[in-house]
């Protein structure tokens, strides 16, 4: 049982760790902005964006997943196939929680 919680933990933060270049280099630009120009108003602002950005990039890691389990190679795969492909990752349900549970649990098995 720990076995299998700890793979679900370590593929839940693959899965996170997919966009941090993009995640790093915003949160930096925000607490620069925050820091020059001050105030709570920016400081909730960057609190929406990352929240955004963050739901973003977890779909965009999910999506990358469904191409790749869909025949797409990793070496070919680009910004815009991860676009497109979320519409139809979304389609089946990919994106919902219990499939990507079920998802996860099969790789784990």
């Given at each position: 049982?720990?076995?299998?919680?700890?793979?679900?933990?370590?593929?839940?933060?693959?899965?996170?760790?997919?966009?941090?270049?993009?995640?790093?280099?915003?949160s930096g630009i925000s607490a620069a902005w925050a820091y020059l120009f001050g105030g709570s108003e920016e400081i909730i602002a960057a609190a929406i964006i990352f929240v955004a950005l963050d739901?973003?990039?977890?779909?965009?890691?999910?999506?990358?997943r469904w191409l790749l389990d869909h025949g797409h190679e990793e070496d070919t795969l680009?910004?815009?196939?991860?676009?497109?492909g979320f519409f139809h990752a979304w389609a089946p349900g990919?994106?919902?929680?219990?499939?990507?549970?079920?998802?996860?649990?099969?790789?784990?098995?």
């Open positions: 049982m720990f076995e299998r919680a700890w793979r679900m933990l370590r593929n839940g933060g693959e899965s996170l760790l997919e966009f941090w270049p993009i995640k790093v280099a915003l739901t973003l990039t977890k779909w965009a890691a999910i999506t990358k680009r910004f815009g196939d991860m676009v497109c990919y994106l919902s929680s219990s499939e990507l549970r079920r998802h996860w649990q099969q790789q784990n098995k």
